[in-house]
């Protein structure tokens, strides 16, 4: 006795379409890639203080710091809260011309240090005109 049997086909793999999406995914590719020339880099060595031979002595500054507690002295006067312009009214009267440096503790808040400079402004004295360190903690 004989039973039909169906013929088998070998399973084969689509090659052209796989084909077609290579190539599209290719010129994706080419396409998407920016080339860039590699930049010419320039190395500069700034000089420090050091290595700057100058005749002449930098002008002595006054402090005014700020500390972490957010206390303030006018070179190692304490200013209560709230005086600081009066207080640099009369610096200004007994020391004129000399300039002021801000020192100031790295936690201190942002507000303590807008209200220095708001009284440095209130009082005329510009703040680009004093720089300011900030004391980091070792």
């Known amino acids: 006795m004989r039973f039909y049997r169906p013929k088998t086909t070998r399973s084969q793999v689509a090659v052209i379409p796989m084909i ?18 590699p930049r010419d880099v320039l190395r500069i060595e700034l ?3 050091r290595e700057i031979a100058s005749d002449t002595v930098a002008d002595t500054r ?13 070179d190692s006067l304490a200013v209560p809260e709230g005086l600081l312009e009066s207080y640099l ?6 020391n004129p011309g000399r300039k002021l440096e801000l020192e100031a503790d790295r936690t201190v808040p942002l507000e303590r240090l807008l209200k220095v400079w708001d009284a440095l402004t209130k009082v005329g004295i510009e703040i680009k005109d004093v720089p300011a ?6």
Do not use: E, H, M, N
Request: hydrophobic fraction near 60%.
């Open 20 to 37: 077609d999406i290579l190539f599209v995914l290719l010129v994706f590719f080419i396409v998407s890639t920016a080339f860039k020339k």
């Open 89 to 94: 009214v009369a610096y200004q009267k007994q």
């Open 47 to 49: 000089p420090t203080v």
């Open 62 to 74: 006054s402090t005014l710091a700020l500390d972490a507690a957010g206390a303030i002295t006018l």
């Open 133 to 138: 360190r900030i004391k980091v903690a070792k």
